[in-house]
């Protein structure tokens, strides 16, 4: 986390101050641009960890343009089989409903059957469905996948490196005392990574606290405790040692938050009680984690002081399903992950729009990668792109990018979808850097120029191959 | 510029036991005080390592055996090198959900872990945890699974690129290699067996070609390695380790050799080793040819590598100060205040009760649980706001021991007739080996906390106050110090 430099020697008695940005920031254009532009958004990265197969998320439904016979080939049916049934996806209709249509083949498509939440609110407009997003040389390790997704490189451009995609943003116009960014859990997650501003990590923030001795008030001594610990760590931020400064700065910014972001829970519960309680009901850790950034987005919505974050961060794990992936009945191990997953995500957006802020919150999910279109016994092995999901009340609900071509004579050698940029390719890939830069422009309002300057490069390279000239303008964002 | 006879110095005695042990306790320093690099390697790897393994009904009964393991200490580089096996061959509990062959796993790592590195790997193969965790148990032939094969490669030997960043292996190698391990299983008395009739033999699938990998990297020509040189079936997996190991690099280095001499740099003493020093421990310790670890991990012991870290506060630019993984932060916390692991499951009284494995969990590090194959992060990545809040909680609560059973005794540690504040801080580091790890700055920030700016120049130690809440208070604020947190 955090990478405060000197300026923490000045600002440890911060606390509740919350933006201060350094003088000399004002004068940076990305300030500018962000402080004209963030207002009153948010931005929720969420996370699919393990590779998700959208081979099974996202579905053909009839067979208009042979992709639905192409998948029955490879997803068996049977013990073992992962083949999902055309009547048991969940295929939105209905009137005003936003046509779930490969925008390629005409391809009816439909949702895995677990994902019942996210169905819900495609039927009302809320959910863009990005098909085959990837990038090219794809990789099959998920180490290595998710740090190219994480830091938006996948051609290794060493400029990019150990910077997150959503961090470089961060980095540019934010100051090292300031929080802009929160993840739920116990680590930062890469694409918040940079070392200019702070990002907190926390699992719950109703026990988020500093934790001074419980000692009766006459013999408290907490005053003197903070005073010695917040001039030993500023000291450290301040040190020549990297290590040491990091551990310093993090521990700064770990104190300043501890005090400002605990009062959260009260805030929201005082409120909220309901919402809280639904979210618990849940009994899973994304609902818990959902439940989470709900009391940030509320505390930052009613103006608590000494909290500013409006990028959050959440992951789900367990997509890595080699094996028991399942098909469409609970209990199956990729239906009980979707399952969770939609329905939380579907709380939450409920509850945004309960507390009259839909419009503002942007939930963009991804996972490394998707999987093999032929199963292996009863799972599946790592595959190339995978659809994408852009959630929130300003989304222009529908499907975008088009479905990989499963067809078995057009899997490369390893038995995946080719990616592909040729912009005569009907079945052109979608490369995820457009969706990511489509956020920041349309979003985020950050130029295009300021985009593929700092935070997404081009690449070098074949254009039929390579993603060359973004446009940023996918159109799931007005 | 030292080497083996190189006599060591206190703080370097420290130093190693904190990097290559489990926290400098008085007895180990004093043990090994007065002796040279190679004296003092040696007397720690003499002790014969011991096949540990945590048994117990439930995963908590598993934990508190391996924590109060390490606790105890007494073999203290087997141990912490058995921990650094665990995050390189991770299994997670989670996955395999059977805390027999968890404990078998854990076995595993301590039998081997200053063993023979090809020995290791191949007992690796046949784990039934890991078995279980990279799907061996799932690989049939119908449609081999492709999980264990490609990290076989990319984390437990080669990496997906060598260390000048050439690639290793292609998606073809891995799927021979998943060809090789089809059809085993763990059987009822958990040992690992081949199936022949769930193997793929090239017979039955001609048009998956031969069993032949490294036909374009590691250093055998065109016509590769051949993993049914020993017959089909069975000895394949040892065939397809034995490859792995005559592997070299695009310098044509011993591939394995590198990769694991600089992870284990990476490990004990510095995050970023000159390649120069890699291939010097490697030809110190033959390693590329008898695969033997512990000579390898004598040659860190006793060279310069090892000691630059050693050097007292405060720390420059270049000096390798590395984040305690939590488990070090605990045990070697547990070790040095002379508390034993208590009760079931092993607790923590405090400001809240919990068991040290919360203590971890908050930490980001649960033994047994590491959150992927890829083992945890290290370093900068153990430090986020919620990671560092466990670890002062942990720190608060140690402190906060004042009454219950197991109860936090400073008298036991120090001397409490002492008055000084300058003094009585010096004693305190001193109970936490870090006294030549925190600068002046520092104390003087402590001993203000102590005297409350000056207000008194000397404290009572035996008055119950001041002893309860400046004494515990100052324990707790010197766990909380940056410096307590590297080592």
Redesign the interface.
């Known amino acids: ?2 990478i405060t430099r000197r300026q923490f020697l000045q600002r440890t008695g911060l606390g509740a101050g919350g933006l201060l940005l350094a003088p000399n920031l004002f004068g940076n254009p990305f300030v500018r641009e962000a402080l004209a532009n963030i207002g009153s958004r948010y931005l929720v990265v969420f996370y699919l ?1 393990g590779g998700n197969d959208g081979q099974n998320t996202i579905v053909p439904y009839d067979d208009v343009g042979g992709l639905r016979s192409a998948y029955n080939q490879h997803r068996k049916t049977g013990n073992g089989g992962l083949q999902l049934a055309p009547g048991s996806l969940l295929v939105p209709s209905g009137p005003g409903v936003p046509p779930m249509v490969d925008p390629n083949t005409g391809t009816q498509l439909g949702f895995h059957p677990g994902l019942a939440g996210l169905h819900n609110l495609y039927l009302e407009g809320k959910v863009a469905v990005v098909q085959g997003c990837g990038y090219p040389d794809y990789s ?5 996948s998710t740090i190219i997704w994480q830091t938006a490189n996948p051609t290794g451009n060493g400029a990019l490196a150990g910077t997150g995609w959503v961090g470089r943003h961060l980095g540019a116009v934010y100051g090292p005392s300031q929080v802009p960014g929160v ?1 739920i ?4 997650p890469g694409e918040f990574r940079q070392s200019a501003t702070s ?5 719950r923030v109703r026990t ?8 009766d008030e006459a ?1 408290s ?1 907490e005053s ?2 903070r ?3 917040a ?3 500023a ?2 931020a301040a ?6 400064a ?3 700065t ?2 700064t ?2 104190l300043l ?2 005090e400002s972001y605990p009062p959260l829970f009260d805030v929201y519960t005082d409120a909220r009680q309901s919402w809280f309680d639904d979210y618990s009901a849940l009994g899973t850790t994304t609902g818990r984690a959902f439940r989470e950034m709900a009391q940030l987005v509320y505390g930052v919505h009613t103006g608590q002081p000494g909290v500013a974050a409006r990028f959050l961060q959440g992951r789900q ?1 367990g997509y890595d399903t ?2 028991d992936q399942g098909a469409g009945t609970p209990g199956a191990r990729q239906y009980d992950l979707l399952r969770e997953f939609g329905d939380a995500v579907e709380l939450f957006y409920r509850d945004m729009e309960d507390i009259g802020i839909a419009d503002d919150v942007c939930i963009v999910v991804w996972s490394e990668f998707s999987r093999r279109i ?6 599946t ?2 595959g190339s792109q995978g659809p994408m999901f852009v959630i929130g009340g300003s989304v222009a609900g529908g499907v975008y990018g088009n479905h990989p071509n499963i067809a078995s004579a057009a899997l490369d050698d ?1 038995g995946n979808t080719p990616y592909s940029q040729a912009p005569g390719d009907p079945f052109r890939s979608t490369d995820f850097r457009d969706v990511f830069g489509t956020i920041l422009k349309h979003w985020l309002a950050l130029s295009p120029a300021t985009i593929t300057s700092s935070i997404l490069p081009p690449d070098v390279g074949n254009p039929a191959t390579y993603w060359t000239v973004p446009n940023f303008d996918l159109g799931f964002l007005p | 510029m030292g080497d083996q006879n190189t006599l060591l110095t206190t703080a370097e005695v420290r130093h190693l036991l904190r990097r290559a042990g489990l926290g400098p306790t008085p007895r180990e320093v004093e043990r090994l005080e007065g002796l040279t690099r190679g004296q003092a390697a040696d007397q720690l790897l003499l002790l014969k390592p011991k096949a540990f393994r945590p048994g117990g009904r439930d995963f908590q009964k598993a934990h508190d055996k391996w924590l109060k393991f390490l606790v105890k200490g007494k073999r203290p580089v087997q141990c912490r090198l058995a921990l650094f096996w665990h995050d390189h061959f991770a299994v997670n509990f989670s996955t395999v959900q059977d805390v027999t062959q968890m404990a078998l796993y854990v076995r595993l790592l301590h039998v081997h872990a200053l063993g023979n590195f090809k020995t290791f790997v191949k007992a690796v193969n046949k784990d039934p945890a890991m078995m279980v965790f990279l799907d061996t148990v799932k690989n049939r032939k119908a449609i081999p699974n492709e999980n264990y094969a490609r990290e076989l490669l990319e984390l437990f030997t080669l990496g997906v690129t060598d260390l000048l960043g050439a690639p290793n292996y292609t998606q073809d190698d891995i799927v021979q290699i998943a060809r090789a391990f089809t059809g085993w299983r763990v059987n009822s008395s958990n040992v690992a067996e081949l199936d022949a009739s769930r193997h793929d033999f090239q017979s039955d699938f001609p048009e998956r070609g031969p069993k032949v990998i490294f036909r374009t990297t590691g250093g055998f020509g065109p016509a590769g390695r051949d993993l049914t040189v020993n017959g089909e079936g069975e000895p394949e997996i040892d065939a397809v380790v034995d490859a792995i190991f005559d592997h070299t690099d695009s310098a044509g280095h011993n591939t394995v050799a590198r990769r694991t001499t600089h992870r284990l740099l990476q490990f004990l003493c510095h995050d970023d080793p000159p390649l120069a020093v890699v291939d010097e421990l490697i030809a110190t310790a033959s390693f590329a040819t008898t695969w033997d670890l512990k000579a390898l991990v004598r040659a860190i012991l006793v060279h310069d590598i090892f000691y630059e870290t050693a050097a007292p506060a405060p720390f420059g630019a270049a000096t390798k100060k590395s984040v305690k993984w939590p488990v070090d932060f605990v045990v070697s916390t547990m070790r040095l205040l002379g508390l034993k692991v208590k009760g079931r499951p092993a607790w923590i009284p405090g400001g809240t009760y919990s068991s040290l494995r919360d203590h971890l969990e908050n930490m980001g590090q649960v033994l047994m649980q590491p959150p992927s194959v890829f083992g945890w992060d290290w370093e900068t990545a153990w430090l986020s706001s919620g990671t560092l809040l466990a670890r002062y909680t942990f720190a608060r609560d140690i402190a906060a021991m004042r009454w219950d059973n197991p109860t936090f005794r400073p008298d036991l540690l120090m001397d409490l007739t002492l008055t000084d504040p300058d003094d009585i801080v010096a004693a305190v580091l001193g109970v936490l080996a870090i006294d030549d790890q925190v600068d002046a700055a520092d104390r003087r920030r402590l001993v203000d906390y102590l005297t409350d700016y000056g207000a008194t120049t000397s404290l009572d130690l035996g008055d119950w106050t001041v002893r309860n809440v400046k004494l515990h208070g100052l324990f707790a604020l010197a766990m909380q110090l940056p410096a307590y947190q590297l080592h």
């Open positions: 986390m955090a960890d099959l390790s998920h180490e290595a993840a859990g116990s680590a930062v990002v907190l990590t926390l699992r988020f606290g500093f934790p001074y001795d419980d000692l013999e001594d003197a405790k005073d010695a610990f001039g030993a760590y000291a450290a040190s020549a040692n990297p290590r040491l990091f551990l310093g993090a521990g910014s770990t938050s501890s794990g080699h094996a032929p199963q292996n016994d009863n799972g092995d790592h390893q």
